[in-house]
């Protein structure tokens, strides 16, 4: 399955990421639970839009390859000479055709294999890799809606198993919207043991937290709580470094390499932290939409430093003026005879 997403995300990137569903499928086979077949096309869910950088040999900035080679004589193999092999001994391979992978267990190797079904809140995030669209096939559709409206109905996912290339994969299968999603799960042997790490206790009382800070927490997480629109959160981090790419082309340095800057010591802080202080700062700022919206990127940075107009010396004369003396204090107005009396 990895391998597949890989050479789909390479295509991805040579057509600039414009993937579509309508596109060929991955693998055809079926959801098979109980006595019931369903014929499925397997899908990509995602296009990854990463930046696409070349490696360059820094000598003369011409670009790195890689090439495949027989070992043994040091010749240049083509694709269509590669075959797959394991190796039993040093040296000695057993050849393995996509026939004899195929044949191995041809059920498997065709078949989404629904084993149990269970609640989607038992299968921890951590299990969760990586999701593919399942579409019926010709002759499937009724059978398929049947499928995903039990689990709509039941709230449950299926967990299935199913081979893929030359690799048994766990999967979860999951009602969302009119389609069903198939998830590739981490089997537990491929889950690390969290033990090692220093973790603070379980109870608000073992880690020190107060109900004041729980209770000011909490009233930041209502201020900032909004629908999930997922179009409002984008890659910011690449428009940055786009935004370097045109800078350095138009200063003309494109084969200018940039030092790095010497590292600056971390000032000492103390581990005693004021929390509620925190909080409260943080729930008079109310972070949220409008404050990374108005977060200015590399690029606005730029564009406002090519805008700004160069300081005037009268202002700066204002600036290094001596402060004018603050007024005197305004002495109590006298008391009345007629207070004083009172007094």
Wanted: proline share 5%.
């Amino acid at each position: 399955m990895r391998e597949l997403h890989h050479r789909h995300r390479a295509a991805g990137n040579r057509l600039g990421g414009e993937l579509t569903v309508a596109a060929r499928a991955l693998w055809k086979g079926a959801i098979s639970f109980g006595l019931v077949h369903i014929p499925v096309d397997l899908y990509t869910a995602v296009q990854e839009h990463d930046l696409d950088l070349s490696m360059l040999d820094r000598r003369d900035f011409s670009p790195v390859g890689y090439k495949r080679y027989n070992k043994k004589n040091g010749k240049d193999v083509d694709w269509d000479d590669i075959v797959k092999g394991y190796e039993y001994e040093g040296g000695e391979y057993v050849v393995l055709s996509d026939e004899d992978l195929k044949r191995a267990n041809v059920e498997a190797t065709g078949t989404i294999d629904i084993q149990a079904f269970v609640d989607a809140a038992d299968v921890p995030l951590t299990y969760y890799e990586h999701p593919y669209y399942l579409a019926p096939s010709k002759g499937g559709a009724k059978v398929y809606a049947l499928l995903r409206e039990t689990l709509r109905k039941a709230g449950k996912i299926g967990i299935a198993t199913v081979v893929i290339r030359t690799k048994q994969h766990l999967c979860a299968l999951v009602c969302m919207d009119d389609k069903i999603v198939l998830n590739t799960l981490r089997f537990e042997t491929e889950i690390r043991d969290s033990e090692d790490l220093k973790l603070p206790p379980a109870t608000l009382k073992g880690a020190g937290i107060s109900d004041k800070e729980l209770k000011m927490a909490l009233s930041l997480v209502e201020g900032m709580t909004e629908e999930w629109n997922p179009a409002q959160y984008h890659d910011t981090y690449k428009e940055d470094v786009m935004a370097l790419v045109k800078k350095k082309i138009k200063a003309g340095q494109t084969k200018t390499l940039t030092a790095p800057e010497p590292e600056r010591k971390a000032p000492k802080s103390s581990n005693v932290v004021d929390l509620v202080a925190l909080l409260q700062d943080s729930l008079g700022k109310r972070p949220g939409k409008a404050s990374a919206k108005a977060r200015p990127t590399a690029a606005d940075e730029d564009e406002a430093e090519e805008k700004a107009p160069a300081p005037r010396k009268r202002a700066a004369a204002t600036k290094s003026a001596p402060a004018k003396a603050k007024a005197a204090p305004r002495k109590p107005a006298a008391k009345s005879s007629t207070a004083r009396k009172a007094a």
